[in-house]
C-alpha cells in the first residue's frame, strides 16, 4: 500500500517544501527575463521574431500560458517552478526504483528533497534549465524499461520517451541533444539489449524517433507560419 501511495506523498511533500520559498527572494537575472519574455508573448510578441533569445522556447511560452491564465505575477512563476520541482523529484524516483529496492529509491527521492534548500535560483526559480531536466528525468524513467525489462510495452514507452525527450530538448537544447543522441546510441547498439528483444532495434529507434518528432515538429511549423 504505501509504495503505491508513495508517488503521491512525493508530489505532496515537494510541493510542500515549495510552498515556502514561493515569494523567496528578489528574481534572479534568468527569471527576470523568462518574466519579461513571457510578458511580451502575452502581447503578441514571437520569440526569435519580437524577441531575442539562444534557448529553444518552451518555458517562456510556458511561463506565458500561466501567466495568462493566472495573472502576471511573481508567484506564478514560482507556483510553476513549484510544479517543476516535483517532476524532477518524482522523475528521479521513477528512474531509482526501477535500479534499486523500492525503499532504496524512495530514501533517493526524499534526500533529493533537501536539495531545495541549496540549490538556489535551481529548483525555486523558474528557469528552462529545470524544466528540461524535468523532463529529461522522465525520459530517462521511460527508456529503462524497455531496455531493462523483457515484459514491458516497449514501443508505448519509447514513444513516450521521445516525446519527453523532444520536450527536454525544446527547453534546453544542450539537455535535449546529448539526451537523444544517449538514447539513440543504446537503442544502435549490436547485440540482444535485453527487454529490446521483443521489440527489434529498428522498431525501438522508430518509436522512439516518432516521438522526439511529434514534440518538435509543431514548434517549427509555428514559428515558420510566423516568419521566424
Known amino acids: 500500500m504505501l509504495r503505491r501511495l508513495f508517488p503521491f506523498l512525493l508530489v505532496a511533500l515537494s510541493l510542500a517544501v ?8 528578489v528574481p534572479p537575472s534568468d527569471e527576470g527575463a523568462l518574466l519579461a519574455q513571457a510578458s511580451r508573448i502575452l502581447q503578441g510578441a514571437v520569440f526569435y521574431r519580437d ?8 518555458a517562456p511560452y510556458l511561463l506565458a500560458a500561466a501567466m495568462g491564465t493566472f495573472g502576471e505575477h511573481l508567484a506564478v512563476a514560482r507556483w ?59 525520459a530517462i524513467a521511460l527508456a529503462l524499461g524497455p531496455i531493462s525489462d523483457a515484459a514491458s510495452p516497449g514501443r508505448a514507452r519509447l514513444v513516450a520517451a521521445g516525446v519527453c525527450t523532444g520536450l527536454a530538448l525544446l527547453a534546453k537544447q544542450s539537455v535535449g541533444i546529448y539526451l537523444a543522441g544517449a538514447v539513440v546510441g543504446i537503442l544502435a547498439l549490436p547485440g ?28 517549427f511549423v509555428y514559428f515558420a507560419f510566423n516568419g521566424v
Open 18 to 25: 515549495s510552498a515556502a520559498f514561493v515569494s523567496y527572494r
Open 51 to 58: 524577441l531575442d533569445a539562444y534557448p529553444f522556447p518552451l
Open 192 to 219: 540482444p539489449l535485453l527487454g529490446l528483444r521483443g521489440v527489434g532495434r529498428g522498431r525501438a529507434l522508430a518509436a522512439f524517433g516518432l516521438g522526439l518528432t511529434g514534440a518538435v515538429l509543431p514548434i
Open 80 to 138: 510553476l517552478a513549484a510544479g517543476v520541482f516535483s517532476g524532477v523529484v518524482l522523475g528521479v524516483y521513477a528512474i531509482a526504483v526501477q535500479l534499486l529496492a523500492w525503499r532504496r529509491a524512495a530514501c533517493v527521492a526524499l534526500a533529493l528533497l533537501s536539495l531545495k534548500f541549496l540549490a538556489w535560483p535551481g529548483l525555486t526559480a523558474f528557469g528552462y534549465w529545470d524544466l528540461s531536466f524535468a523532463f529529461a528525468c522522465f
